[in-house]
């Protein structure tokens, strides 16, 4: 039998974890305003995953980098730069690109999707392991915009290749509004709200 925080009639802050009894409106601690289980995180999550998944078309659609030289000029999505990286022989950088631009962002579009249906309908996973998802791609969040630094080493390995200009294409700011999208859809996933599945889940699975 598990029990919550608010069986026990007491609410966690979520910026110090000092606990208060239900009924606090403010952490006295930090200030923080006290809410037992926001109830529109679900919305909040859902917005700004579709946001996400909207700025992360054009991100693979147009070109990441423009690259101007004497005699041609040559705009790349993600995707061709890292094939062709690849060609080049550079495996290694090719593979960074692609996981950090292709690999983590539909993880990390999965792992929310999958959250946040576990919550409303309930999921194979236990509680537990779903918790485990969820700090995953917490973590996961600030390690994202590895790919602003990606688009740095692809420019310098483009400079040295006696380019005469390269520009930043589309592609790379709605990359970065993609990740920061993504980074606030999971950050709207209230965490609590996944431990209110154990009790139906307890009841339907007794493993
Ligand atoms: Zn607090």
Avoid at 8 to 23: H, M, N, Q, S, Y
Avoid at 110 to 130: D, K, S, T
């Amino acid at each position: 039998m598990t029990v919550t925080a608010r069986d026990k009639g007491l609410v966690a802050c979520r910026e110090c974890a000092r606990v208060w009894p239900v009924g606090h409106a403010q952490c006295g601690v930090c200030g923080n305003a006290l809410r037992s289980r926001d109830t529109q995180s679900l919305q909040k999550v859902w917005a700004w995953w579709i946001a996400g998944i909207i700025a992360y078309i054009p991100a693979n659609l147009y070109p990441m980098l423009t690259t101007r030289t004497l005699f041609h000029t040559s705009e790349d999505t993600i995707i061709a730069g890292a094939l062709d990286l690849a060609a080049h022989g550079s495996f290694g950088i090719a593979a960074i690109i692609l996981i950090a631009s292709v690999v983590i962002p539909l993880g990390k579009f999965f792992a929310i999707a999958y959250l946040a249906l576990a919550v409303r309908q309930g999921a194979r996973w236990p509680p537990g392991r779903q918790y485990v998802l969820y700090e995953v791609v917490e973590y996961i969040g600030r390690w994202s915009m590895i790919d602003v630094f990606v688009v740095a080493i692809l420019c310098s390995l483009v400079q040295l290749n006696v380019a005469a200009s390269i520009t930043p294409g589309i592609a790379a700011l709605t990359f970065a509004l993609s990740v920061i999208f993504t980074m606030l859809s999971a950050q709207s996933l209230d965490p609590r709200l996944i431990w209110d599945r154990i009790e139906t889940q307890d009841t339907k699975d007794p493993a």
